[in-house]
């Protein structure tokens, strides 16, 4: 069973998100992905994330580019944490354009949002796993080992 689903708007999109799955992974939490625009299939955006917690998805993680909707639409359909990864997918300022509408979310309908692009990726896997971990010992395990590792290097 899922515990982070991930949404990306774009195929083109998960190549960048490659990152989020290998962390994830490699942290013992389990995963899927799925590709849905807001703008081009909402239907299939709502009724995903309105299913997904009957399958056990416990976080959300959204990864758009350009004006970036994904996220705060998602984050419209659940109260979930939501984490927003802004993609540079547009010519404007090499994804400032989604950093910016993803962090303008509105006063209750929070989005968590991470640095655009790779960075992001990996630090939103990070992050959704340290929400788990609140409640699954070995993931927060599994973080304070990769904490761990990191100090090492």
Excluded: C
Excluded at 61 to 82: D, F, R, Y
Excluded at 99 to 117: C, D, R
Excluded at 119 to 134: F, K, S
């Amino acid at each position: 069973m899922p515990q982070v689903g991930i949404i990306v708007g774009s195929a083109t999109d998960q190549p960048v998100m490659e990152d989020t799955l290998k962390t994830l992974t490699d942290l013992g939490v389990e995963t899927e992905l799925i590709v849905a625009s807001a703008h081009r299939n909402p239907k299939k955006v709502q009724e995903y994330v309105e299913s997904a917690p009957a399958t056990g998805v416990e976080v959300f993680i959204a990864a758009a580019g350009g004006a970036a909707a994904l996220p705060g639409v998602v984050a419209s359909h659940t109260t979930l944490p939501v984490i927003g990864v802004p993609i540079a997918s547009s010519e404007l300022g090499g994804g400032i354009d989604a950093l910016y509408s993803i962090v303008q979310m509105p006063p209750g309908i929070p989005v968590a949002t991470v640095a655009v692009g790779a960075w992001g990726a990996r630090n939103a896997a990070l992050l959704a796993a340290e929400v788990l971990g609140i409640k699954y010992a070995n993931i927060r395990d599994a973080v304070e080992q990769y904490r761990e590792r990191l100090r090492q290097r």
